[in-house]
């Protein structure tokens, strides 16, 4: 049983494409999160949503859009790709006010932008 | 703006020696501390977190926590070469996760 799902594991595309990735938890969790982890493998937050609400939303280009359409899922939306954006996309989940705030994590999706 | 610093490394140690894995953090208002492991070409695992002050062990893992330092760390006993991997210390506050940078550590057959 998966806990925490995206989709793809791998997404290699040219620039300015837009693509997406998607991510879904089976935990119950009410929190998910985006990540993004550069080459040097420095790991940083990008957007949380709690019951469908965005709650943070880091100093991130707003060619990123996260969608939520139900606590259990969080797309990742990403127009006019750039070779910058070329990492591993992160996602997790947690449940708010239990087990203070821990987070578990998605396989990730590799992205490559050419 | 909340920092999570962790030794550089990538450190080594033999097999069946301790291995100590430092970070310090500037939130003061942090409430909780994680320690994940990452291996290569997979997602962060978490592998222990810790909320007061002092020590927590959980088999051949203790970490610790020092509030009036910024300071928590983790011990790992009886290294294996399996342990061999990135280690990120992260700090949490209101549902975020700050991390470090993290350190790879390299455990010698």
């Known amino acids: 049983d998966t806990a925490v799902s995206q989709t793809p594991k791998y997404l290699v595309t040219q620039m300015g494409n837009d693509k997406s990735i998607k991510c879904e938890q089976n935990?119950?969790?009410?929190?998910m999160y985006w990540y993004k982890q550069d080459s040097k493998k420095f790991l940083k937050i990008m957007f949380s949503y709690n019951n469908k609400e965005l709650i943070i939303n880091e100093t991130v280009p707003n060619r990123f859009s996260p969608k939520s359409p139900d606590k259990a899922h969080l797309n990742l939306h990403i127009n006019s790709l750039e070779l910058g954006d070329s990492a591993v996309y992160f996602c997790a989940s947690s449940q708010a006010g239990r087990i203070k705030e821990t987070q578990y994590f998605g396989p990730g999706t590799r992205l490559l932008v050419l | 703006q909340k920092e999570v610093e962790q030794n550089s490394g990538p450190l080594s140690v033999p097999e069946g020696a301790i291995a100590s894995l430092n970070c310090t953090y500037s939130?003061?208002?942090?409430?909780?501390f994680f320690w994940y492991r990452q291996y290569s070409g997979k997602s962060p695992e978490l592998i222990m977190s810790i909320y007061s002050n002092g020590d927590k062990e959980d088999g051949r893992f203790t970490a610790q926590l020092n509030k009036a330092s910024q300071y928590v760390s983790l011990l790992i006993r009886d290294s294996q070469p399996s342990d061999s991997a990135t280690y990120l210390c992260a700090q949490g506050a209101n549902s975020k996760l700050t991390f470090g940078k993290g350190i790879t550590l390299s455990v010698r057959p």
């Open positions: 935990l119950g969790h009410d929190t």
């Open positions: 939130d003061r208002g942090s409430q909780s």
